[in-house]
């Protein structure tokens, strides 16, 4: 599960906390909670600057055969507020599995990591990237909830 935070009049920033999601024998666990998630300088002509963190990390113990999947969503919250979007990459385990690249969070599961069989591994990296158009209005704080699950 991870929260998000966003304050406005302008800015929008990101409080990401991370606690693992559990699915029978497979197990991921996600640490290292992302820090405040901040948008507030834009370039003339370009747009607003994302920003991005990758210090979430997070462990996979399987014991299938079964290709399995890492899923994302946001669970809490509604949909990101108009003209905003939260991007999720997350590294595929070693011991074999494929990620799907970066894909924008919404209230639908995603699959982010296909392919995973028996395996433990750890320390894979999963990056948040919070990005906004000029378009978007001033929005007041907010908060959702992604929550991660492992499984068929």
């Keep these: 599960m ?3 935070m966003i304050r406005g009049a302008g800015l929008a920033a990101l409080l990401l906390i991370a606690q693992p999601a559990h699915a029978q024998a497979d197990t991921i666990v996600v640490s290292g909670s992302p820090s405040s998630m901040t948008i507030n300088t834009a370039t ?3 747009g607003l600057a994302s920003n991005t963190v990758a ?5 996979i113990m399987t014991a299938t055969q079964v290709p399995l999947k890492i899923k994302a969503r946001i669970s809490s919250g509604g949909e990101m507020p ?3 979007s939260l991007t999720l990459t997350i590294e595929a385990p070693g011991g074999g599995g494929t990620s799907a690249g970066a894909k924008a969070l919404t209230t639908s599961d995603q699959d982010f990591v296909t392919g995973i069989t028996a395996q433990n591994s750890s320390g894979r990296t999963i990056t948040y990237v919070l990005s906004a158009t000029v378009a978007g209005a001033p929005f007041s704080s907010t908060s ?3 929550t991660f699950t492992i499984g068929p």
């Design 44 to 46: 003339p002509g370009v």
């Design 2 to 4: 991870v929260q998000l």
């Design 82 to 84: 108009a003209n905003t």
């Design 55 to 59: 210090t979430t990390t997070y462990s």
């Design 144 to 146: 959702r909830t992604i």
